[in-house]
Nanobody, 129 residues
Framework: QVHLVESGGGLVQAGGSMRLSCTLS?????????????MAWFRHAPVNARVFVAG????????AYADSAKGRSTISRDNAKNTAFLQMNSLKHEDTGVYYC?????????????????WGQGTQVTVSS
């Protein structure tokens, strides 16, 4: 079974940057490992639903970003380390929330939470205003 662990959250000043990490261990029921798994980041803030932030497919070159993250965010992966990263710059108060790492065997980067089979425990990010 797949297990995901996020790290890198904390308190950040508005205008600053953060770099989140998500490490995957194990394999899917189909026997797939990290290099054949699509990864994504979602954010959950009070009142709001869990929303898509960014995703990166197992297929090389395929990425997707939410409009709020586009232009100041970079999602990447290191298959040798079984780790996905989210670099986000120019942070604002609205970026505050619990960031969850998610994984799916699908090749497309979906924005819907129900398309992802595996989830991490989340890491809190607080951006001071």
């Amino acid at each position: 079974q797949v297990h995901l662990v996020e790290s890198g959250g904390g308190l950040v000043q508005a205008g600053g940057s953060m770099r989140l990490s998500c490490t995957l261990s194990g394999r899917t029921e189909s026997g797939l490992t990290f290099s054949d798994i699509t990864m994504a980041w979602f954010r959950h803030a009070p009142v709001n639903a869990r929303v898509f932030v960014a995703g990166i497919s197992w297929f090389p070159g395929r990425h997707a970003y939410a409009d709020s993250a586009k232009g100041r965010s970079t999602i990447s992966r290191d298959n040798a380390k079984n780790t996905a990263f989210l670099q986000m710059n120019s942070l604002k108060h609205e970026d505050t929330g619990v960031y969850y790492c998610a994984a799916t065997e699908l090749v497309a980067v979906h924005t819907q939470t129900d398309r992802y089979n595996f989830w991490g425990q989340g890491t809190q990010v607080t951006v001071s205003s």
